[in-house]
T-cell receptor, first 116, second 117 residues
């Protein structure tokens, strides 16, 4: 069975500072990996995904994530935080089975707080 | 990406009653899923809505409590039956597009916020 661990239920950074949200997964084979963002009272929006190929993945709103197989990690970063980045961030994994027949397994989420 | 709508967006219900949530997609999709997000929690998969056949439920979720229909490739409903306050959650549907089905990229609806009194 797969699992996802997000370190830190709350992360607070100053506006303009580096954002680092941590995600580690457990899987027998490298899965597909996703980061979603949820703004207050809204659904989930896909930030970025890793499927195969380049391990550094760029997403929307200046976010990027690096897949590190040796560390079973997929940490999310952004060089300079903006007030609009304040939201809940979820890391998710999907089995490497293809076919889109499986639900996603989500981490518990990290609430990102941006200090002015 | 697919555009997904859910109805109702929110509701307040009395215990013992049932609520049916609708999920409509603007294009044909391969897979549709239903998730629950309890207050302050992450998302948990309830079931996969299969077109033309019975839904596939995850451990801990049963058809009698969460009956699901999917009559075609763009529409699905989730019913929360005999509700109790513990059912207060956000219920979200998600879909996998044909283009993204090989790696299971999912797009989510806006969610239905349910409060049970």
């Amino acid at each position: 069975a797969q699992s996802v661990t997000q370190l830190g239920s709350h992360v607070s950074v100053s506006e303009g500072a580096l954002v680092l949200l941590r995600c580690n997964y457990s899987s027998s084979v490298p899965p597909y990996l996703f980061w979603y963002v949820q703004y207050p009272n809204q659904g989930l929006q896909l930030l970025l995904k890793y499927t195969t190929g380049a391990t550094l993945v760029k997403g929307i709103n200046g976010f990027e994530a690096e897949f590190k197989k040796s560390e079973t990690s997929f940490h999310l970063t952004k060089p300079s935080a903006h007030m609009s980045d304040a939201a809940e961030y979820f890391c998710a994994v999907s089995p490497f089975s293809g076919g889109g027949a499986d639900g996603l397994t989500f981490g518990k989420g990290t609430h990102l707080i941006i200090q002015p | 990406s697919a555009v997904i709508s859910q109805k109702p967006s929110r509701d307040i219900c009395q215990r013992g009653t049932s609520l049916t949530i609708q999920c409509q997609v603007d294009s044909q999709v391969t897979m549709m899923f239903w998730y629950r997000q309890q207050p302050g929690q992450s998302l948990t998969l309830i079931a996969t809505a299969n077109q033309g056949s019975e839904a596939t439920y995850e451990s801990g979720f049963v058809i009698d409590k969460f009956p699901i229909s999917r009559p075609n490739l763009t529409f699905s409903t989730l019913t929360v039956s005999n509700m109790s306050p513990e059912d207060s959650s956000i219920y979200l549907c998600s879909v996998t597009s044909r283009e993204a089905s090989s790696y299971n990229e999912q797009f989510f609806g806006p969610g239905t916020r349910l409060t049970v009194l």
